[in-house]
């Protein structure tokens, strides 16, 4: 008899620790304790960096600011559906995806073009399958998807004729009225050039 009380003394202390390891696992798993990390040395690629290098010469600080690795459901949501599990899909489609770089409005912050730096991955049938939605999705929002091919070097014109039908330059006109009641602002749109 005596056995069987230890036993069971024996069966119940192990549950509690069995118990208390699980319990300690479980908030290292939400922690993200239970994964190390490290940080990466840069934001962007090589490729990525010497094209924004280019873009910041052909861009006009005072008109346009280049943003770079934005996800598409910053700029992108789908529209409001009464069937949650539908809008919930739609947005896990585009969640996860990222825009290599985002051109904006400066003034606003506006989104004007979004741009795909196409480096060898994009040749992969999975990532022309990604390539294909993300140009259809730009296109139901009207956000310009530009696609530039990954290369060694640039020419500063090509680049600015690939940008010019995205990229509108406001010039900021003030229009003194007649009894001095204020000034009015004109926005007055034209292309880059």
């Known amino acids: 008899m005596e056995w069987m009380i230890l036993f069971v003394i024996l069966l119940f202390v192990l549950a ?78 585009i969640n996860a995806k990222h825009f290599d770089f985002v051109i904006c409005n400066a ?4 989104p004007l073009a979004a741009i795909e730096l196409d480096d060898a991955s994009h040749k992969q049938n999975k990532r022309q399958q990604r390539d294909e ?32 039908g995205v990229l509108v330059k406001t010039e900021k006109v003030v229009v003194g009225e007649k009894e001095n009641l204020g000034e009015v602002e004109v926005n007055i749109s034209g292309v880059i050039g």
């Open 16 to 93: 509690i620790a069995a118990k208390k390891l699980n319990a300690g696992a479980g908030a290292a798993k939400e922690s993200g304790t239970d994964h190390r990390y490290r940080s990466r040395k840069t934001l962007f690629t090589a490729a990525e960096r010497s094209f924004l290098g280019v873009l910041d010469s052909v861009i006009d600080p005072g008109q346009h600011r280049i943003f770079g690795k934005v996800r598409v459901a910053d700029l992108i949501e789908p529209e409001p559906n009464r069937n949650r599990g539908q809008w919930k899909s739609a947005f896990n489609r």
């Open 107 to 110: 003034d606003d912050l506006t």
């Open 133 to 164: 939605f993300l140009e259809k999705v730009c296109g139901q929002v009207g956000l310009p998807l530009v696609r530039v091919p990954a290369k060694r070097g640039y020419q500063l014109d090509e680049v600015k004729a690939a940008l010019a």
